[in-house]
């Protein structure tokens, strides 16, 4: 009888596989299989002899010939010719390149299609903490990343399980953009999985502010700015606040707001679509009064024209303005962030009777799926459909004689 191969998976299987694990060729043949480089060996009775035995390879071509040469002699023991190796064009090797060079290359593409947030969350992962890292491994290449030092690179970040699954999404994609320029053989983040579990699901649920954190902070505006040192008062700080709230744009847009971006009527646009079509939203008249004025005293700019033009300068510096009114708000639940204002524009807007999320969704420019998502807690047509099944479900059962309970706290 032929004798019959498979591959034994050692502790330190490089592709993950558990101890001991038997797999086939056919098994390995199967789209998505992980790779590994344990040995193969090959089992069956010759000479009336059953046994198992190491073909001295990892490869199934050159270990089916070892199993051939058994089959021929009809006996385990004694000296097998060593076999011809198989033929196997070789791929040529890729081409060693530095990390330092790996992530210069990468964020320069990058600059070219990412918008400037997304370009600065790669660079703070990538030139700062990738880098940093890898000067602590000693390593230089780019090649010398292996999916053990990508795990214990994530397990170096001491943030939120939800920013992990992040940093993750953006490591991946630099590894596969490498993999792409064959200046890897192969993608060590694939390996890795996210982390789970209960943390990471409720991050996903995004926390905008209360109506009653959000007069907390008006409240704090008439304190702040009554220092000579501050350029900008607490009027300024509260326009800035109403002008996140009612459009939903991020920082960096309401820092650079010109007063174009405003129509007469009161519409604002807040973003253009792909195709070239805009997307408005509108700001009631008395924000809409508050904007022009801004215009008459401080010029286009309704919020100052800056020396620099580095953006990430311009949105630091209104960072440490709400800052301090936060910090004037008193202990706070959940940390406030400039970007709970666009939650709580979608959550203002979900609590409306007749808005969709559809129509929230067209605003944020997110799809249907990442707003229910994110915001499921404030979408009344969430709520009223569970009722309706709970409903449907429960009423018209069984239920017990019920008797007036007596006595009871008086």
């Known amino acids: 009888m032929p004798l019959n191969l498979y591959r034994r998976h050692q502790g330190k299987c490089e592709a993950g596989h558990s101890l001991d694990k038997r797999t086939s060729e056919f098994e390995e043949r199967k789209k998505g299989w992980k790779k590994c480089g344990c040995y193969i060996f090959a089992s069956g009775a010759l000479g009336g002899k059953y046994r198992r035995k190491y073909t001295g390879s990892t490869d199934w071509a050159e270990a089916k010939i070892v199993a051939a040469e058994w089959e021929k002699a009809g006996y385990w023991d004694g000296e097998i010719p060593a076999p011809v190796p198989v033929a196997v064009p070789q791929a040529s090797a890729p081409t060693r390149i530095t990390i330092d060079r790996a992530v210069k290359a990468f964020l320069d593409e990058l600059r070219e299609s990412a918008a ?18 890898s000067e602590q ?61 209960r943390d990471v699901a409720r991050e996903e649920q995004k926390l905008p502010f209360t109506d009653d954190e959000l007069k907390r902070m008006y409240d704090a505006c008439q304190k702040y700015g009554q220092k000579a040192k501050y350029v900008w008062t607490g ?38 679509k792909k195709a070239g ?120 059962k069984p239920k017990p004689k019920l008797t007036a309970i007596k006595g009871g706290r008086s």
């Open 277 to 396: 079509t805009h997307v408005y939203t509108w700001i009631p008249a008395w924000l809409q009064q508050r904007i022009r004025a801004r215009a008459e005293k401080h010029g286009p700019f309704i919020f100052g024209e800056h020396e620099t033009t580095t953006l990430e300068v311009i949105t630091e510096g209104w960072r440490r303005k709400l800052n301090r009114v936060w910090k004037l708000c008193g202990p706070w639940k959940t940390k406030p962030t400039p970007h709970r204002f666009r939650h709580t524009f979608a959550r203002i807007l979900l609590q409306k009777p007749g808005v969709t999320v559809r129509m929230v969704a067209e605003l944020l420019g997110n799809t249907e799926d990442v707003v229910r998502k994110h915001y499921s807690a404030w979408v009344p047509e969430r709520q009223a459909e569970i009722t309706k099944i709970l409903k449907e479900a429960f009423e018209g």
């Open 116 to 133: 400037w947030a997304t370009h600065k969350k790669y660079r703070l992962l990538l030139d700062n903490k990738f880098r940093k890292f």
């Open 137 to 197: 491994r000693g390593y230089v290449m780019i090649d010398q990343w292996e999916p053990l030092d990508v795990r214990e690179f994530r397990s170096s970040w001491n943030v939120a399980p939800g920013t992990a699954v992040r940093n993750m999404a953006m490591l991946k994609p630099f590894f596969q953009w490498c993999l792409d320029n064959e200046w890897i053989t192969r993608n060590p983040a694939r390996l890795v999985k996210n982390p789970k579990g």
């Open 235 to 272: 009027e300024d700080l509260a326009d800035f606040i109403s002008l996140s709230i009612y459009t939903g744009l991020r920082i960096s847009d309401v820092a650079l707001f010109h007063i174009d971006r405003m129509l007469p009527s009161g519409e604002i646009l807040i973003r253009t």
